[in-house]
């Protein structure tokens, strides 16, 4: 994917906090709409059905919600909160909490 297309899907037109499809199917057309309206696909229903294709093998979405497939280990940390502001010099003192 180049640089410039990149950029273009990153555009916040295509961030949707909450979409209106209540399954994965649903969720993926939303997104494929906008990408279309917004002049990113000629063709919405063939890149939709590619994309349907390719959750068979390889699902990223599921009811449940995003699967992250790619790009991490399985050891990662994540922040569950982060209390207030720390003032210059106060450091963080993370406690570790297992999955749930």
Known sequence: M???LLDGLLD???FVPELKGTTAS????EIVQLMHEGGELRQAKPF????MEREK???TVDDNGVTIA???SGNES??????PFLNPGQKVSPKRQAAH
């Open 2 to 4: 180049s640089s410039s």
């Open 12 to 14: 916040p037109k295509y």
């Open 26 to 29: 649903e969720a993926i057309w």
């Open 48 to 51: 939709f059905e590619a994309l």
């Open 57 to 59: 093998k390889s699902p």
């Open 70 to 72: 790619e790009g991490i």
């Open 78 to 83: 994540v922040v569950l909160s982060a209390g």
